[in-house]
């Protein structure tokens, strides 16, 4: 989706949700702040794939291998060395990084349902890994605990409010990163690849290393987003590798709204509350976010963030008229 609207709306829309971010945890619930963290780490997630699916127009269903490598990595090295925060960052990033290199150089060579097919078989094999490879991962009883990380500040992220402002700080940290490269020339030809491969080609540009590129700074920004996770949770298991937790991810970007970054970490926010607390009411939580999602593609086929700029055009218009 094209960015559209006026600059300085969407800069002022953007910190007063930063602002609410960062003055309103303190007062909220200890429950809604766990859930807000959550949140805050699967948007980082969400948002990285939106580089690819959104920006470059390649859908994967492997994604969740990238937020396992970097949760596995915090939990061996936490765990068994006792590895610090940086190194185990370091660490879970330049693995999801490495792993995506190697998977790009596969998943690239196919195009459309192929390439769908062949992510969800590379994010099987690691999720494979994670449950066979028992001496390494401990299979099915995962890698637990993983302590909460030491910076040596003044206060213990041990505490669940400590850790949110850790978390929204990676957010920040991964939202300015990727805006900044959607926004070069580096991210226009992206877009113009998603709208017509065959006419960037043309036009003189590397096509395969643009994608390549795109799916490597998606990984390694989901590498990222398993470490907080692991931190975050205190235990790493196959689970956090599943395909529903792929298929989650993308319904995300899909539901908030592709090529926009803060429609995807919307998405999130949406899924990770219908997840949580609707779970709490019914066992068909899953039906409910079915027919939501049906809706939005019905009523919003460009996610929740297009319909928020949608309704802002209409009602500029109805002012101007």
Request: glycine share 12%.
């Amino acid at each position: 989706m094209a960015h559209v609207g006026a600059p300085w709306a969407q800069r002022l829309g953007l910190a007063l949700l930063l602002l609410a971010l960062l003055v309103t945890p303190p007062f909220l619930p200890p429950y809604l702040l766990t859930l807000l963290t959550q949140t805050l780490i699967y948007a980082i997630l969400a948002m990285s794939l939106d580089l690819t699916l959104g920006y470059t127009g390649l859908a994967s269903l492997g994604h969740a291998a990238y937020l396992g490598l970097g949760a596995y990595s915090v939990g061996i090295l936490a765990t068994r060395w006792g590895a610090g925060f940086w190194m185990a960052l370091l660490v879970g990033i330049a693995l999801a990084t490495a792993v995506a290199a190697v998977f790009g150089l596969v998943a690239l060579r196919a195009t459309g349902v192929y390439f769908l097919m062949i992510t969800l078989a590379l994010g099987m094999v690691v999720w494979g890994l994670a449950n066979r490879w028992v001496s390494l991962t401990r299979g099915d009883n995962g890698i637990s605990p993983v302590p909460r990380p030491v910076l040596g500040l003044p206060w213990s992220f041990g505490r669940a409010l400590p850790f949110y402002y850790l978390a929204l700080v990676g957010f920040v940290l991964a939202l300015v990163v990727l805006r900044v490269i959607v926004r070069s020339p580096f991210g226009a030809t992206l877009i113009g690849i998603r709208e017509s491969e065959s006419r960037m080609r043309t036009l003189g540009y590397h096509v395969w290393l643009h994608k390549y590129l795109a799916f490597v700074i998606s990984g390694a920004v989901g590498g990222f987003a398993g470490v907080l996770w692991a931190y975050y949770n205190g235990f790493v298991t196959p689970s956090d590798l599943d395909l529903s937790v792929s298929i989650e991810v993308l319904l995300m970007v899909a539901l908030g709204g592709r090529g926009t970054l803060l429609g995807p970490a919307l998405g999130a926010g949406v899924i990770v509350l219908l997840k949580n607390l609707v779970s709490v009411y019914t066992q068909r939580w899953l039906l409910i976010l079915g027919l939501v999602y049906v809706g939005t593609i019905r009523y919003a086929p460009e996610g929740i963030a297009g319909a928020l700029m949608q309704w802002r055009r209409w009602m500029q218009r109805a002012r101007a008229a």
